[in-house]
Structure formats: structure tokens, C-alpha cells
């Protein structure tokens, strides 16, 4: 199974300001995951990370809200840029190795916006 | 599109009584199936998986799902829940990507209540 590390794990932030969300996975992985859990609802995906190509967008995110680097096999970083009250939400990293049916987590960032 | 209905918000039991959380799920293909756990302020820990085979299948802290293709569901079941058992339960199905892995679609959850 892989470990997945992501930090930070809990944030405040203020209106119209930008924070990134790093994931770490400590084996190599194909694909990475980026989910969103807003308050008492389920996880929606917000793109697909495949190391070397641009990030695939789920409907309803756009790149230019949700910026996502893949530099390499273990690591993918998510940006929520220009935050809203409305972009409070748990934000959470995945990953699947190629052959590796079972989709890991990591604990979450919790990001709360004023 | 592949989608995941869940149609508990919400089950109360009482602790060393029998579970059964509903999931229903609609995909063109095979599916590959999966139950979640989430504890408060934890991540998500999965419980159990299917892709193919024997259609019951276990999982760990005693879970057990069975899939019934002519039903479209993968229902979840404890034979004796314990309060430790409380939690947020996700089903999920998942396509398989062509460059590897699984992109999931996740029901809306039902919250387990344990009363002792």
C-alpha cells in the first residue's frame, strides 16, 4: 500500500488569496487524484494528475481556479487561487499505482476561508 | 457516466446488532467496485474492493460486500457492529483509466450511528 503525506493539514486563509496543497506519496504512482469534500457532502474529483501532461478536469473546475503541477512520479501540488468563503472545504490527494486497482488517500487539508 | 446511490443519510443501530448499508450504482462496464470508511477528522480508509470473481467479498474489521449484478447493488454488511464502527461510510465505482489506476465516483455517504 502507498502512504500518502499531504500538508498542510489544516488552514485559514482570507478572501482573494491563494494557497497550495502539497502531496507526497512515498512509492512511485501513475495517477493522482485531487478531491474535494465540502461540509456534510461526498468527495468530488477535481482533476486527474498523470506525471508529464497536463492535469484533466473534472466539469465545474477549471485550471485557472484549480492550478496542478505533476513534476514528478511521487509528488502533485493543488492550488485554490483567488479563495472564496465557498471554497471552504476538506481537499483531499489520491493516488493508484499502474497496475494498482486500489485508490489511497491522503488525510485531507482542511481549508476554511473568511 | 457511471453514478453511485446511496440511499441511507443516515442508520442508527445498536452496538452487536447486524449492519447493512445500501449502494446502488450505475456504469456501462464491469464495474470496479469499493466501501470506504471515514472517521471523523480522518481520512478515508478502504474498507473492501470488487473487480471480479466471487461476488462476496471481505474485507477488513469484519465487512462484507456482495455484488448483485442483476440488482446493480453492493451492499455492505456486519454480522455485529461495534461502536468503534461509527463513522461515514462511502461506496464508490470506478473507471479504469487508460493510463493506469482507477477514477472513482463516490455515493453521498451514510452516517453510521452505533447506540450502546
Known amino acids: 500500500s502507498a502512504v500518502i503525506s499531504q500538508k498542510p493539514s489544516r488552514d485559514i486563509c482570507q478572501r482573494g488569496t491563494s494557497l497550495t496543497i502539497q502531496c507526497q506519496v512515498d512509492?512511485?504512482?501513475?495517477?493522482m487524484f485531487w478531491y474535494r469534500q465540502q461540509p456534510g457532502q461526498s468527495l468530488t474529483l477535481i482533476a486527474t494528475a498523470n506525471q508529464g501532461s497536463e492535469a484533466t478536469y473534472e466539469s465545474g473546475f477549471v485550471i485557472d481556479k484549480f492550478p496542478i503541477s505533476r513534476p514528478n512520479l511521487t509528488f502533485s501540488t493543488l492550488t485554490v487561487s483567488n479563495m472564496s468563503p465557498e471554497d471552504s472545504s476538506i481537499y483531499l490527494c489520491s493516488a493508484t499505482g499502474p497496475y494498482n486497482e486500489k485508490l489511497f488517500f491522503g488525510s485531507g487539508t482542511q481549508l476554511s476561508v473568511l | 457516466a457511471q453514478s453511485v446511490t446511496q440511499p441511507d443519510i443516515h442508520i442508527t443501530v445498536s452496538e452487536g446488532a447486524s449492519l447493512e448499508l445500501r449502494c446502488n450504482y450505475s456504469?456501462?462496464?464491469?464495474?470496479?467496485l469499493f466501501w470506504y470508511v471515514q472517521s471523523p477528522g480522518q481520512g478515508l480508509q478502504l474498507l473492501l474492493k470488487?473487480?471480479?470473481?466471487?461476488?462476496l467479498v471481505q474485507g477488513i474489521k469484519g465487512f462484507e460486500a456482495e455484488f448483485k449484478r442483476s440488482q446493480s447493488s453492493f451492499n455492505l454488511r456486519k454480522p455485529s457492529v461495534h461502536w468503534s464502527d461509527a463513522a461515514e461510510y462511502f461506496c464508490?465505482?470506478?473507471?479504469?483509466?487508460?493510463?493506469?489506476?482507477?477514477?472513482?465516483?463516490f455515493g453521498t455517504g451514510t452516517q453510521l450511528k452505533v447506540e450502546l
Open positions: 464508490a465505482v470506478g473507471a479504469w483509466l487508460t493510463g493506469g489506476g482507477n477514477k472513482l465516483t
Open positions: 470488487y473487480f471480479s470473481g466471487d461476488t
Open positions: 512509492s512511485q504512482v501513475t495517477m
Open positions: 456504469y456501462g462496464a464491469t464495474p470496479y
